[in-house]
């Protein structure tokens, strides 16, 4: 048993690391076609073995990949964190523990292929449908960092890089069981010859796939300008007024080389530059009109940034929404991204993916009454928008007017929801972020990173613009163009196109999740089938 915890504990290290490399070290996203195997030989040794408690290892070694990827989500919130890892490690569990059920049922392949389905149908459930979601460990996300080898992301979005991932480490998985047991010695020339091949298809046919893919499409030119101004959140509204803070953030633009001509030109500032902004007195704001002041004196150009923005009412709207002013009115929150233009015109969007915790309240019906028992705030109690939609301002002429997706800081992170801003007509996605809360960890470049698919799978450029960093002008292939640097006040400038056409992924969505899910479904069915009726015979032979 000695021996047995030991190796239990090597393989468990090994596949931590194999497993978190590609979100620590660069261009190392191929190390998760092999990662996932000290797992499977360890369930494999403990199913043969008989292990009791086998939960604890299994569930310890997604602890320690979780804790070891994203470990910096401390640096904001060291309860969150904890939580996050733990609860997080917890679901991956119950899909692995829920495959070793199933493969007390069904024989052969079938419980790997529900563990691969079951696995992708948790990650979509995530993505998509979940109130507590934490996707940042999507096993598609690996190859962020490796984004030459993804190009077809733009058919199968995230999910199917997952797909990848499970593939090869399955089929890899299968070739060492044949050989340890002595199968294949028994095969013939042909099946041997086809399992090869089978396992290399699996690892490089997405490659060369990849490779073979290219991306041409032109779209009108757009000057971008991106002001990274730098401010300490933690710090930001105690050294720094208001008004202080948008002189320094106008003046860097200033900095920029602007164009002599008429072209457009579109300016970025990061999330939540200005706060409290009620939105039925945003022209009014004096932010707003500082703003406004400056593209007077550059008229083509459109300005979109994040703001902290409420809704007054005087019943609450949402369960969210809190009473105010000696009970006069309740407001609702929001973190919306602005799109406006010189001549006041403006365009509102809140962001709909919230931070669980910090910035939204999980099944609110639930947790805000018992917040209230509780006699304090726990939770965020900022409020999403229920549809997605891109902020668009017209010109003078149908082709002056810019489409943008503007995914605000976590939305960057979902790639179906993404997808979603192209489908209402988004020509350009725009990324506004905060990533300071994090320090100089490994979350910021994570997050930029994703950003990197998201340009991948819908075919647009992507301007992403973060107030400590790292900023930057994407390619829809998924390359940084131009980048600035971590913790410096910066001035980014660049050209992107504006592009009409649609990716397979953005015209079908996300099939590769919905294909898991089916199998997924109809395989758990199966083996609850087998458990019944087995159940039934036993009862059957001893009466």
Known sequence: MRKQGLLFAALALLFTLLMSLPWLVPHMGCTVLVGLLPLLVMERLATRNRTRRFFWWHYGSFVLWNAVTTWWVGEATV?????????????????????????????????????????????????????????????????????SLIQWYSVTGHLGGSLWVWTANLSLFGGMVALSDGSLSRWNV???????????????????????????????????????PNLDPYQKFESLSQEEQDARFLAQLEKAEWPTDSSRVLVLGPETLTPLIFTDEVAEDSSFRRYQNFLQGHPSARLLFGASTYDRSPSALDPCSFVVANNQYWLTEHNSAILMDAAGHYDLYHKSKLVVG???????????????FLGGSLMGKDVGQKEIACLSLGGDTPNDAIKVGAAV????????????????????????????????????????????????????????????????????????????????????????QLLEGESFFVRHGDITGRAAVLLFLLLGAAALVRSFTSKKRFISKNK
């Open 358 to 372: 910090v910035e939204s309240t999980p099944y609110p019906r639930f947790f805000i009454p018992l917040e209230n």
């Open 409 to 496: 800081c976590y939305e960057s992170v979902f790639g179906d929801f993404c997808a979603g801003y192209v489908r209402k007509g988004a020509n350009l996605l725009a990324v506004i972020t905060n990533d300071a809360w994090w320090g100089d960890t490994p979350g910021y470049g994570q997050h930029l990173n994703y950003s990197r698919l998201r340009a991948i799978e819908t075919r647009r450029w992507v301007a992403r613009c973060g107030n400590t960093g790292i900023s930057a002008i994407i390619d829809p292939c998924g390359r940084i163009v131009k980048r600035s640097p971590w913790w410096e006040e910066a001035v980014l400038q660049g050209q992107v």
């Open 79 to 147: 309860g969150g964190a904890v939580f996050a890892i733990l609860a997080n490690a917890l679901q991956m569990s119950l899909v692995f523990g829920s495959f070793r059920w199933v493969k007390k049922r069904l024989g052969g392949v079938l419980p790997y292929l529900y563990l691969a389905a079951a696995w992708i149908a948790w990650e979509r459930f995530y993505l998509t449908s979940a109130q507590i979601t934490w996707p940042w460990l999507v096993l598609g996300n690996a190859f962020a960092d490796t984004t």
């Open 190 to 228: 042909k099946a041997r010859v086809a399992a090869l091949a089978g396992i290399v298809v699996a690892f490089f046919g997405p490659m060369i796939w990849s490779a073979c893919l290219r991306f041409h499409e032109e779209g009108a030119p757009l000057e971008v300008v991106i002001g990274q």
